[in-house]
């Protein structure tokens, strides 16, 4: 089975019809609430495909949000 990963940023900010459309197509969906401080996991080559969601941050706001910095390094190595 062919799994995606998306990182989500705030709560209220979701896949909507694209997680209906990966679901019919039998793939499995890992979320990462990355608001929620949600780990990343280590192994991303289990994953076929990465989807980032937005949000009101900006990727330099690494004080506010300091996941920001494991969720680009987690983009750079996929």
């Known amino acids: 089975m062919k799994k995606v990963i998306v990182f ?4 209220n900010e ?4 694209i997680e209906q459309y990966l679901l019919k197509k039998g793939l ?5 609430r990355l608001f929620e401080n949600e ?14 969601l937005g949000g009101p941050m900006n990727t330099w706001m690494i004080e506010k949000y300091p996941w ?6 987690a983009i750079k190595e996929f």
Not at 8 to 11: E, I, K, P, R
Not at 39 to 52: T, V
Not at 68 to 73: A, H, Q, S
């Open 8 to 11: 989500q940023h705030v709560q």
């Open 14 to 17: 979701g896949l909507e019809k």
């Open 28 to 32: 499995f969906i890992e979320k990462i």
């Open 39 to 52: 780990d990343i996991p280590k192994n991303l080559s289990q994953f076929s495909l990465m989807i980032s």
């Open 68 to 73: 920001i910095v494991k969720e680009k390094n």
